[in-house]
C-alpha cells in the first residue's frame, strides 16, 4: 500500500529517506512493516510547479523500491558462522583436549532449547592446544544460518584429555563450572547479515587452564576467551636472538595476552587484542635482559607491527 502525503505524519517507528528535486523534496518513511506493504511518501513542494514532481512520482518509486529491496536483502537470507580454535602458549610438551561437538544459540528462548548442533567434519577429534599457539588455528565448524541474532556459543569437551610433561602423557580429568556439565557456553551477542560471513575464535588460555593438584597430577579447568576480526586487532614482531628463549606480553587496564616466538623466525603473533594503547613486555632468558616497548596502540581490524627487537645481555 502507498500512502501519499503533504504533511510529516508521526509513527512510532520508521527511517526516513530524503530525495531533493529542483522544485520539491520527497520524504520517503520507512514504517516499521514496511514490508508488508506499507510505504507513506510525504510530498514538500519547494515552487509552484510542484505537478512536475507528481508526475516523477513513478520514477521515483523505483528509486525507492531499490533502496528497499537492498534493506530487505540484508534483514532476510543466510549468514555464514565460522568458529576457529586458537591458543596461548604454556611450557609443556602438549595438552590435548577432546572436542566433542560446538552448538549455536540463535533462539530468544531463556532456558536451554534454542540450541543448533553445528557440523564438525569429525566428531569426536583431540587437538593438541600447543598447536595452536602464535596465530596459528584450526576450524572447528562452519555453518549457514538464518540472518539475525545469535546469543550463545557452547564447546562440548570429552573426558579423554592429556597432558605430556617432559616427553611422560599422563591423563588431564576435565573440571567444569557448575551448571555447564552439558558444555562450557559463553556470550557472543552477534547480529548476522545475510551473506555475510562471521568468523569467532575460541582462544584457549593453556597457563591457567591447566592447574597441578599438587599431588604430582594435573586437572583441566578450561579458562577461554572469544573474539571476532570485527571487535579486535593483533600485536607482531620479530624477537632476536633465538637464544634468548624469551616470551612475550601485551599488557593494558583490559588484561594481560602472551606469545611465544617462532623458534626459527623469532617472529611472533598475538590476535584478538581489544582495541587501545598497550604495553610489550619481552621477557628475556639465558642472561638477555628483558625490553618494554610502550605505547602501542592497536584498532579495530589492523596489526600494529613493533618490528624486530633484539635483547642484550
Sequence with gaps: MLILSRSLPTYSSYEKHFLLLKTS???????????????????YATKLDSMKTIRSLPVLLIL????????????EGNAILTVYLTDAPADYDGVNIEVVG???KASPDPGEGGWTTMPMAVSPVIY????????????????????????QLRLILGDDNTIVV?????????????GQESGLKFNI???????????????FDCVRSVVDNGAGAYILKPVFRTFTEATSGAIKGVISPIDANATVQAINAVGTLSAIPDPVTGEFLIRGVPDGVWSVFIDGNNGYLDKTIPNVTVAIGEVADIGSITLTQ
Design 102 to 104: 560446538i552448538q549455536v
Design 189 to 203: 551477542h552477534a547480529d548476522l547479515l545475510a551473506g555475510i560471513e562471521y568468523k569467532l575464535w575460541i582462544d
Design 64 to 75: 525507492f523500491s531499490t533502496i528497499l529491496s537492498v534493506q530487505s536483502c540484508k534483514k
Design 166 to 178: 617432559n616427553g611422560v602423557t599422563s591423563a588431564l580429568p576435565l573440571e567444569v563450572p557448575s
Design 128 to 151: 593438541n592446544l600447543l598447536e595452536f599457539t602464535n596465530g596459528m588455528e584450526t576450524l572447528l565448524s562452519t555453518m549457514e544460518l538464518p540472518a539475525g541474532k545469535i546469543s
Design 25 to 43: 523534496f520527497i520524504v520517503v518513511k520507512l514504517w516499521c512493516y514496511w514490508h508488508k506493504g506499507t510505504i507513506i511518501v510525504s510530498l
